[in-house]
């Protein structure tokens, strides 16, 4: 069964950047599709964005898109979220996923983005 384990979130200022980790243990990604969501207080948890095990499809969603990339490192065995640019309204905790077949089933336990303005 594969863990996964965000990482690298935390205060910024308007207009940062951070780079988040997403690193999975227990065995490899290999043939996982990965997505990293967002969910704010009170709000509904949000899709960002997805990226297939070759990396030959990366996609994030319109509400991000020239701001956050997405990327993996399958010999190390982690995902990344790059977020730039980034905005108050970005606070949330992040989490990433992962799916073998149709449905997110693998999540992390998640990492707190606070954007000041």
């Known amino acids: 069964q594969v863990q996964l384990v965000e990482s690298g979130g935390g205060l910024v200022q308007a207009g940062g950047s951070l780079r988040l980790s997403c690193a999975a243990s227990?065995?490899?990604?290999?043939?996982?599709?990965m997505g990293w969501f967002r969910q704010a207080p009170g709000n509904k948890r949000e899709f960002l964005g997805s990226?297939?095990?070759?990396?030959?499809?990366?996609y994030v969603t319109d509400s991000v898109k020239g701001r956050f990339a997405i990327s993996r490192d399958n010999a190390k065995n982690t995902v990344y979220l790059q977020m730039n640019s980034l905005k108050p309204e970005d606070t949330a905790v992040y989490y990433c996923?992962?799916?073998?077949?149709?449905?997110?089933?693998?999540w992390g336990q998640g990492t707190q983005v606070t954007v000041s303005s």
């Open positions: 990226i297939n095990w070759s990396s030959s499809v990366a």
């Open positions: 996923a992962a799916r073998a077949e149709y449905e997110y089933n693998i």
């Open positions: 227990g065995r490899t990604l290999v043939g996982y599709t």
